[in-house]
Antibody
């Protein structure tokens, strides 16, 4: 059974940093691209960042480019999101999502974690 | 960036009704379009991928069609458990989602 478990969320002041983690199990992690998608309270879904199976291709939404860094450790079956210079508008539930189909960075998100909540407030 | 315009933003229908949601892309995205269902307090669930392919285990009352810029998602006979918010998502380049359609029972 595929499982994605996010952690690392919490309350942080504007301008500070936070690192999210996603622990994956139930599939061959290093065969698939992985992504972060966020959802502000009461709002819709927003894609944040994605990373290919070998970290060779990476993409970011304009809203986080230059502040967030995605990475993965295939030996640990883990995905990360380093978030710097956090802003109030980054407040959201952050989901880790697996790409359906091997090889490509883009596609459908066939499995999702339950999310970790990041609140940016003074 | 590709903008996805989803309509309507909310919809009220009766059990057994046929329900249709549309999604329009700001440029040609071929069939790089997926549909998700999100129930309150839950993560999104993939229903349709590549515009018209039903994800494994998803009931056949759900379907999708379209290509290029115009796409349609249909529930052939609405069931009480279909109450949720539905999103389209394109992946022609950087992924983006429609703003969502909240579906309620009349």
């Amino acid at each position: 059974e595929v499982q994605l478990v996010e952690s690392g969320g919490g309350l942080v002041q504007p301008g500070r940093s936070l690192r999210l983690s996603c622990a994956a199990s139930g599939f061959t992690f290093d065969d698939y691209a992985m992504h972060w998608v966020r959802q502000a309270p009461g709002k819709g879904l927003e894609w944040v960042s994605g990373i290919s199976w070998n970290s060779g291709s990476i993409g970011y939404a304009d809203s986080v480019k230059g502040r967030f860094t995605i990475s993965r450790d295939n030996a640990k079956n883990s995905l990360y999101l380093q978030m710097n210079s956090l802003r109030a508008e980054d407040t959201a539930l952050y989901y880790c999502a697996k790409i359906g189909g091997t090889g490509g960075l883009w596609g459908n998100f066939d499995y999702w974690g339950q999310g970790t909540l990041v609140t940016v407030s003074s | 960036d590709i903008q996805m315009t989803q309509s309507p933003s909310s919809l009220s229908a009766s059990v057994g009704d046929r329900v249709t949601i549309t999604c329009q892309a700001s440029q040609d995205i071929s069939n790089y379009l997926n549909w998700y269902q999100q129930k309150p307090g839950k993560a999104p669930k993939l229903l349709i991928y590549d515009a018209s392919n039903l994800e494994t285990g998803v009931p056949s009352r759900f379907s999708g069609s379209g290509s290029g810029t115009d796409f349609t998602f249909t529930i052939s006979s609405l069931q009480p458990e279909d109450i949720a918010t539905y999103y389209c998502q394109q992946y022609d380049n950087l992924p983006s989602f429609g703003q969502g359609t909240r579906l309620e029972i009349k």
